[in-house]
């Protein structure tokens, strides 16, 4: 699986940067994209993606969450895309309602079925770092409860570090962050080889339930010129975890 902020992802995506984006996601077999703009093209952008997607030698389908439906600040949409050689989407992906008068931009959840087995993902954008992210974040310590007959992996952007003692409530469930001190989020220009700034981006996943195989990021950026023309894709790298369903 792959989770990326795809920073305003809408209309302002040019094709040449849907197909770059396209080539850096072929190879996963499920996608979760944070940060589609709720209007100007958001849901396009995905269709635009997935079509992309579609000419790499692979089926690809996908789902986009209506607008978050909080009143609490900025509205955005999240969207997944998935193999359907590989998985098989069950029902409808739905916005968490319950927590839409405490988080900003409340979590997507998908579930998905791999043979007889099956997994869910909760994707999630936090507030930024000055509207203090940990506030939201408590929350997810409670979606496992809510939900006991799935097995859920928390992704996405969360404005905050995995070591922020907000997630040790998640550890103690025995969910892990994939990542520990790797930073994901781009600096505006490189200083040296220093060219990321926040460790903000994860995915955490339910050790019993779950395999772990592989995690890392891709440094997409290394291959522009500068860090103004890789932030025309992302100011945020694309986090991978591979792993089996137990």
């Given at each position: 699986m792959c989770s990326w902020n795809l920073e305003n992802f809408g209309r302002s995506k040019s094709d040449s940067a849907i197909q770059f984006i396209a080539v850096n996601l072929k190879d996963f077999d499920v996608v979760a994209v944070v940060e589609v703009v709720a209007g100007d093209g958001g849901a396009q952008a995905v269709a635009r993606l997935a079509d992309e997607l579609n000419r790499k030698g692979s089926k690809w389908d996908y789902c986009i969450s209506d607008p978050t439906l909080s009143t609490l600040g900025s509205t955005e949409r999240y969207a997944f895309l998935w193999k359907t050689a590989r998985l098989k989407k069950m029902g409808d992906a739905v916005l968490e309602k319950k927590y839409q008068t405490s988080i900003e931009r409340e979590p997507y959840i998908a579930t998905f079925a791999l043979g007889d087995k099956q997994f869910s993902i909760a994707a999630f954008h936090a507030v930024p770092k000055s509207k203090h992210p940990e506030t939201e974040i408590k929350y997810l310590q409670f979606m496992p409860q809510e939900y006991p007959d799935k097995t859920i992996l928390f992704c996405g952007d969360f404005n905050c570090s995995e070591s922020n003692q907000v997630f040790n409530p998640l550890k103690t469930m025995n969910y892990p962050p994939v990542l520990v001190h790797q930073r994901t989020s781009l600096k505006m220009k490189c200083k040296g080889d220093t060219c990321l700034a926040n460790?903000?981006?994860?995915?955490?996943?339910?050790?019993?339930?779950?395999?772990?195989?592989?995690?890392?990021?891709?440094?997409?950026y290394k291959g522009f010129s500068s860090m103004k023309a890789a932030r025309k894709i992302s100011d945020h790298l694309p986090v991978y975890f591979k792993f089996s369903l137990n």
């Open positions: 460790e903000y981006d994860n995915v955490f996943y339910p050790k019993q339930k779950i395999q772990f195989i592989e995690s890392g990021v891709i440094h997409f």
